[in-house]
């Protein structure tokens, strides 16, 4: 109960932070959530041409600890938003937005970026085996034991630049290893039960040397969700995020001001 009230009062902070009084031909707010063994700054080149082109952008610190979880607190910074939203999510964190969309009232389109779109009763690490060509297993550091039976998972900070983030300047993938934040094993299991891209428009955007989720699998699920918009960024890793801000800026855009 302490820690619920704990992610409830800090949920309405941000949120009380990202709505001001906004006019009625405001552009929609973009909130972004990360995935497994990012953290919010895996954002910060998207966001610079964001607010370049005037949108105002949370981007929230995804709890990384269960789909429901995760996405309720999602949900509850959504909601203190005055504005139409447009969510965001990479890798795991597209999990999070499927779950916290379904309720909110709000959001008028999805973006996925490199991220899975489950459907009702799929879990992440599912969807990730479900065409070959993902190695994240063989990447994964020594689990972290958390109290009843739960394990935090992190990449081994050796293998994160060529598992992760291959084409991104090894400096900095240095930095992205020793910063990143790990995900429990319980939240790559949990299944969804809120499909919301089944509802609310939904783009992709994807790079086609991803080692994550399989760029099949990523196609995949775009093509059932009847995406709007598919961007495949040949050569990209699963960071595409961080090494085509650009590209996926513009696909942000593109959702933002669809009718």
Known sequence: MRNFL????????????????????????????HGAFADASSWNGVIKKLE??????VAIANPLRGVKSDGDYVRRVVAG?????????HS?????????????TN???????AAFAPDNGETAAALSGKFPGGTLASALAEPVA????????????????????ADVPKDEARLMAA??????????????????????PAYFVYGDADKNIPAKALQWMADRAK??????????????????????AKLIEEAATSK
Not at 81 to 89: A, F, I
Not at 227 to 244: E, F, I, Q, Y
């Open 6 to 33: 704990k992610i409830s009062l800090v949920a309405g902070a941000i949120a009380a932070m990202a709505s001001p009084s906004f006019s009625a031909d405001a552009k929609p707010t973009v909130v972004l959530v």
């Open 52 to 57: 370049k082109d005037g949108y105002p952008v």
């Open 81 to 89: 938003v005055k504005t139409p939203v447009v969510l965001v999510g």
């Open 92 to 104: 795991y964190g597209g999990s999070v937005i499927t779950d916290a969309a379904s309720s909110a």
């Open 107 to 113: 959001v008028k389109s999805l973006v996925y970026v």
């Open 146 to 165: 958390l109290d009843g039976g739960v394990k935090d998972l992190y990449i081994d900070q050796a293998k994160f630049h060529d598992q992760f983030a």
């Open 179 to 200: 910063t990143q934040r790990p995900i429990t094993d319980a939240a790559l299991n949990e299944a969804t039960d809120k499909a919301a891209w089944k509802t609310i």
């Open 227 to 248: 995406s709007k918009d598919t961007v495949v960024v040949h050569g990209a890793s699963h960071v595409v995020m961080v090494s085509h801000p650009d590209k996926v």
